[in-house]
């Protein structure tokens, strides 16, 4: 038979428990179950045991020292978690996420266990402070040297966590090149570079460095590129050159046009920025690549060249190697237009003209030689590399309409050039090449002279525009075919879900 007051104080550590579990299982309907359930379990384990052995007035036995000392312990893990799950979290309004960074949370947790664990070691087993504040500084500073690197890190962790400078997903320019954040912990940021390999950067060294992030793709971000042209070109003309260079760059923003501004005098050039908007910022290598190639094919074009130093531009300038060059150049394009049916038949003086007269100029991959309805008055003589010709198909409600991929010793825009008419069709480098262009002027009077000139042109225009018209029509009548058979796929759905009752869209 138990005595009458521990019956009394078992009672009640009953009643506490069964008090405290009947508050979890309210939090758990309410769904702001604590974080770590085993441990609210134990805590009331623990509050219950130490609520009936101070009833018994066992108050500074063994038994209620280690049970207060574990309550005690628990109750500040527990209230941390309650305050993360019932404040920090902020379930009242979930999408906007905690109130404080997990790292901040952590350290809360830390400190609190550690203060409550020098009242327990005080008030419960009684160590004199000095001894326990003695021994605790004597260990944190032990620990704080041994750790000196870890805790620089996990400060300067938090310290990004609270400024918040990047996120997930975004992608930062460390070191010159981009890298994309992939996660952030105690210690380091997770980095992935452009090659795929991941690495890890401590907290640290990035709250030290200077940071740029270029975000993740949202919002649009522009590049500068710098080049220095020559004191001889006047800046309108070069600025115009720059923008027009950029403007047929893949990845490049319509809504934000590219402009190039004059940055400086340097000691042999004028150095002009130009400024590209994009939004592919996990693709800015290849960004970088195409615009200063586009640069560098708009230049040549343009006979624009990034000055060497002066004294090497001069001795380059000197007539002898000028006369040399154009020679060479001119001995080139002979070669060209003799292996060529259509200049097959001509006299030797009149290929030399027509190769003195010509001009070879370059272009990238992908840039447009000239556009379906632009004004020409030229012929054009593949030299090296492919261009495709394609017509456009907007006006049957379909895309681009591929005509013909001509290769080196074809020749295009002979249409324009014997009719005056704009141009018929599109015509884009397909992979980097080389055109000869003949402009009218040149040509002009030998087509009076050599009448058959005229005649294979034109009737290389008659063919291709029967060929031309051709595929339009096979294109017309393959899209009323799917028109139709898209039509009557709707019909028969319709009278499917008539009959079976379902939903129309
Ligand atoms: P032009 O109209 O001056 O400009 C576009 C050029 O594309 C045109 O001259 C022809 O040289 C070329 N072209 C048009 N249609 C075809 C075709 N079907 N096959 C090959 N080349 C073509």
Redesign the pocket.
Same mark, same amino acid.
């Given at each position: 038979m138990p005595h009458p007051p521990t019956l009394l104080a078992v009672s009640a550590g009953f009643g506490v428990f069964v008090v405290l579990e009947a508050l979890y299982a309210l939090l758990v309907r309410l769904g702001q179950r604590p974080r770590t359930a085993w441990t609210y379990h134990l805590w009331v384990l623990a509050i219950a045991c130490t609520t009936t052995l101070t009833l018994r007035d066992d108050l500074g036995s063994q038994a209620w020292r280690l049970s207060a000392s574990v309550a005690a312990l628990l109750t500040a893990v527990v209230t941390v978690s309650l305050v993360d799950s019932l404040l920090i979290q902020r379930p009242w309004a979930p999408t906007k996420g905690p109130a404080l960074p997990k790292l901040a949370l952590d350290v809360l947790r830390a400190v609190a266990v550690v203060a409550t664990g020098l009242l327990v070691a005080r008030s419960i087993l009684d160590y004199p402070l000095p001894a326990v504040l003695v021994s605790s500084t004597v260990l944190s500073a032990v620990v704080g040297l041994a750790l000196q690197d870890v805790l620089k890190n996990v400060f300067a962790g938090m310290a990004l966590e609270l400024e918040k400078p990047f996120s997930r997903g975004d992608w930062l320019l460390l070191d010159g090149s981009p890298v994309q954040v992939l996660d952030t912990s105690w210690r380091s940021v997770r980095l992935r570079s452009n090659e795929g390999v991941e690495f890890w950067e401590p907290n640290a060294n990035l709250s030290t460095s200077r940071l740029v992030n270029y975000g993740s793709g949202v919002s649009p971000v522009a590049l500068n590129f710098h080049v220095g042209l020559p004191y001889e070109a006047p800046p309108a003309q070069v600025k115009r050159v720059l923008e027009s260079a950029a403007r047929s760059i893949p990845g490049r923003l319509d809504s934000h046009p590219p402009t190039a501004f004059v940055d400086h005098y340097e000691e042999s050039s004028i150095d002009y920025k130009l400024r590209v908007w994009t939004q592919d910022v996990a693709g800015l290598s290849q960004f970088k690549d195409s615009v200063y190639s586009r640069i560098w094919y708009e230049l040549s074009r343009r006979n624009l060249h990034v000055p060497y130093p002066v004294r090497t531009v001069q001795l380059q300038r000197t007539p002898t190697d000028r006369g040399v060059q154009r020679e060479r150049k001119a001995r080139d394009h002979r070669r060209l237009l003799k292996s060529l049916a259509l200049f097959r038949d001509l006299e030797k003086e009149t290929i030399d003209r027509i190769a003195n007269s010509a001009r070879r100029v370059p272009y990238d991959d992908g840039e447009i030689l =000239?556009r379906e309805g632009d004004s020409?008055d030229s012929l054009f003589v593949v030299a090296e590399g492919k261009v495709l010709?394609s017509k456009s198909g907007h006006n049957l409600g379909t895309g681009e309409i591929p #005509?013909?991929s #001509?290769g080196a010793g074809d =020749? =295009?825009?002979?249409? &324009? #050039?014997l009719t005056g008419?704009p %141009? &018929?069709?599109t015509?884009r480098a397909d992979g980097p090449c080389d055109v000869l262009v003949l402009a009218q002027r040149h040509l002009a009077p030998l087509l009076e002279e050599q009448p058959e000139l005229a005649e294979v042109l034109s009737r290389a225009v008659v063919e %291709?525009?029967a %060929? +031309?018209e051709a +595929?339009v029509e096979d294109r017309r009548d393959r899209t009323a075919t799917e028109d139709l058979a898209e039509g009557s796929e709707h019909s028969i759905l319709g009278k499917i879900r008539t009959f079976f009752k379902l939903a129309h869209d």
């Open positions: =000239f020409g010709v #005509l013909a #001509l =020749f =295009f825009g002979e249409m &324009s #050039l008419e %141009r &018929s069709a015509v %291709r525009q %060929r +031309t +595929t």
